[in-house]
């Protein structure tokens, strides 16, 4: 069963990871700061890393949207989400 999960705790410059060995689709970053953020979305791989989204830049009060309805399995990778701010960044994506 489908469930929406919520990450709203950021430290700058370190990788948060989403639900591990699950399925992950409906990623959205929202910017909530008064200035433009930047965000990543890495996919960690057992041969190495593949971004899914590298630095983009969200402007204020935007949203930034990966994996429309698009499933990626996670069993042997993690998927995380890394950017530049502490607070203002609100990442809700969908858990399989």
């Given at each position: ?14 990788a ?11 990623i959205?970053?929202s ?15 057992p041969n ?46 969908t858990?399989?």
């Open positions: 069963m489908a469930k929406t999960k919520v990450l709203n705790t950021f430290t700058a410059g370190v948060q990871f989403l639900d591990q060995n699950a399925g992950i689709s409906n959205i970053i910017n909530i700061t008064t200035g433009s953020v930047t965000a990543s979305v890495r996919v960690r791989l190495g890393d593949a971004y899914l989204i590298k630095d983009a830049v969200i402007a204020t009060g935007t949203n930034l949207l990966a994996l429309d309805n698009q499933l990626l399995q996670t069993a042997s990778s993690k998927i995380t989400v890394e950017t530049n701010t502490t607070a203002g960044i609100e990442v809700v994506y858990a399989l």
